[in-house]
């Protein structure tokens, strides 16, 4: 009887630390996504941002799972479309993030790649995403010449914001997303 209390107990602290974990996570890339919207524009390059919400996937993807990656990003979107957006905003961004996040996950996995070609993965395959929603949208396919100038930005981008993940991944502590009590993962 005992033990199964101790059990319990601590999956209950297991459960805590991971809705805190995630919840942490995801108020950080809502913070990050307000943060990035009072960044002007980059009129050269229409539609073009920084994203530096990924920061908080690629480490997710990285320290946590990909599951938790995923979820993150769905939950950030949403609300972040909810708070700052509408409707439109939510469609690309779910289209850009899901392909993203799917695609950062399968190269993750493969294991062949740094934190930073996955995030350059990452950007690239966030604007393919946003430009065939788009296409779909807009009824055209006339828009998918736009993608040579966002494969570009999405490199760019997609290479600091790999650069700043894999120096997170490497000195957060483990036990900041460790479902183990003891602190390990």
Same mark, same amino acid.
Request: glycine share 10%.
């Given at each position: 009887? !005992?033990?199964?209390?101790? !059990? ?14 995630? #919840? ?10 307000? +943060? ?14 920084? #994203? ?21 990003? %769905? ?26 996040? +799917?695609?950062?996950?399968?190269? !993750?996995?493969? =294991?062949?790649?740094? %934190?930073?070609?996955?995030? %350059? *993965?990452? #950007? ?7 430009? *065939? ?36 991944? !490497? =000195?957060?502590?483990?036990? +900041?997303?460790?479902? =183990? ?5």
């Amino acid at each position: 009887m !005992k033990d199964n209390k101790g !059990k319990n107990n601590i999956r209950q602290k297991q459960y805590i630390r991971s809705v805190t974990s995630h #919840g942490m996570l995801v108020a950080m890339a809502i913070v990050l996504s307000w +943060l990035e919207a009072q960044i002007p524009a980059f009129f050269a390059v229409p539609g073009m941002k920084l #994203g530096i919400t990924n920061i908080v996937v690629v480490t997710a993807l990285y320290k946590m799972s990909s599951p938790s990656a995923m979820g993150i990003n %769905i939950l950030r979107i949403i609300l972040v479309s909810f708070m700052f957006g509408g409707p439109s905003a939510m469609i690309y961004s779910l289209s850009g993030g899901m392909l993203s996040t +799917l695609i950062m996950i399968l190269l !993750k996995k493969i =294991r062949h790649f740094s %934190i930073t070609a996955v995030s %350059i *993965a990452g #950007g690239v395959f966030h604007n393919i995403g946003q430009v *065939a929603a788009a296409a779909v949208i807009l009824n055209t396919d006339g828009i998918f010449w736009y993608l040579s100038v966002l494969w570009f930005t999405g490199m760019v981008t997609g290479t600091l914001i790999g650069i700043l993940s894999s120096q997170l991944v !490497k =000195r957060l502590p483990d036990s +900041l997303f460790s479902l =183990r009590s003891g602190g390990t993962k």
